[in-house]
């Protein structure tokens, strides 16, 4: 049995249960929640040095953290990695987009209207974090006009890992109505097997949300 | 044959080389500097529209970007990627957290100090940078203190990966005095079979990294 330990509405944490309920396979779910010190504490930094979630745990206590890492190793062998090794390696190319070019515009941008003080100083980055998160955007743009996935010929977890925090960039203010090929992709990520939506922030972040956008 | 389009001092850029070098893989080397426009312009940008080096290209025209994606597909079935799937998973874990925890704070601290101007606002932000690369660094230290390698049980692709900006930590001013296990790890790095030292920046960015740090 997998334990996943990890935030609900957080992107990157979303990416792993997605992943498993669409594998079909077993998991414990531990909440986790990284915007009120849980994941600073000493008994987290003993699992994940790093303090961050996701992370999985095995019976035997081995931990792997890192979400896109997670993604790899629950889908090696599966129809959400394709076996050919420039397709894979395009996914993984991908998934370091996501993570380096995207998920710290995007994300980043949503965390701060959603579970930041609405006079936060951390409000001056965000004309920056949306135009960069919106330059992200338009290179996923570019491929979906040529491409129906992230992931090789079918949908897989480069698909996953950008699904996470795009379908919902209008929270950090970033609307999608310039990206129709990217509005297209995200209703077939929701239309394939198994598909489970991600949990919405709490009132209290979504009413931030709304007063930040 | 495979072309390479990088920046000779960018450590991104380096991890390829390396990792051709140690393979002893025959490719071509294209120079596009990342820090006046030439990752920026309409021929560069048709080969990676998230305008950024490095990126490989093969005879037939195909293009693959992402450091660690192009590492990880060169890697595959060499010496420098384990067969275990999980040692497989925590060395990509462990080059997610090189490109999201460690490179935009010690990479992006050098690049300010060597490649900015003397006065140029940015500069106000590596306090914070050297903090977090601090605190990446302690990571990598804790890890050290009881592995060899991020690869597994040898050194392989996580290794050049976090090699390529932890060895010129300083030029941002991130001292690695206190992290005595990264020390020993970089000097065994420098002795596997084809290391290759990464270029020195210019003599323009070397005056200023003296006068940064």
Redesign the interface.
């Known amino acids: 049995m997998i334990t996943v330990y990890g935030f609900s509405p957080s992107g990157n944490c979303h990416k792993v249960r997605l992943a498993l309920e669409q594998l079909e396979r077993e998991y414990r779910w531990v909440e986790v929640r990284s915007d009120d010190g849980s994941t600073r504490t000493p008994e987290f930094l003993a699992k994940n040095?790093?303090g961050?979630v996701p992370i999985i745990e095995l019976d035997d206590g081995?931990i792997?953290?890192?979400?896109?890492?997670?993604l790899?190793?629950l889908a090696?062998g599966t129809t959400l990695l394709p076996d050919d090794?420039?397709q894979?390696?395009?996914a993984?190319?991908w998934?370091?987009?996501e993570?380096?070019?995207h998920?710290?515009c995007i994300a980043v941008a949503r965390f701060i209207c959603g579970w930041t003080p609405l006079d936060s100083p951390r409000r001056a980055e965000l004309p920056v974090l949306r135009e960069k998160g919106r330059a992200?955007l338009?290179?996923m743009e570019?491929?979906l006009q040529a491409n129906d996935w992230f992931t090789g010929p079918s949908y897989g977890i480069a698909d996953i890992a950008l699904f996470a925090y795009t379908h919902v960039a209008g929270h950090g203010g970033i609307g999608l109505a310039e990206f129709p090929a990217i509005v297209g992709w995200l209703q077939r990520v929701t239309e394939t097997p198994g598909f489970t939506p991600m949990a919405a922030p709490d009132a209290f972040a979504a009413r931030r949300i709304a007063q930040s956008t």
Chains 1, 2 share one sequence.
């Open positions: 040095p790093n961050k081995r792997l953290a890192e979400s896109n890492a997670i790899w190793w090696e090794a420039w894979r390696a395009q993984l190319g998934m370091f987009f993570q380096y070019s998920e710290p992200a338009a290179v570019r491929h």
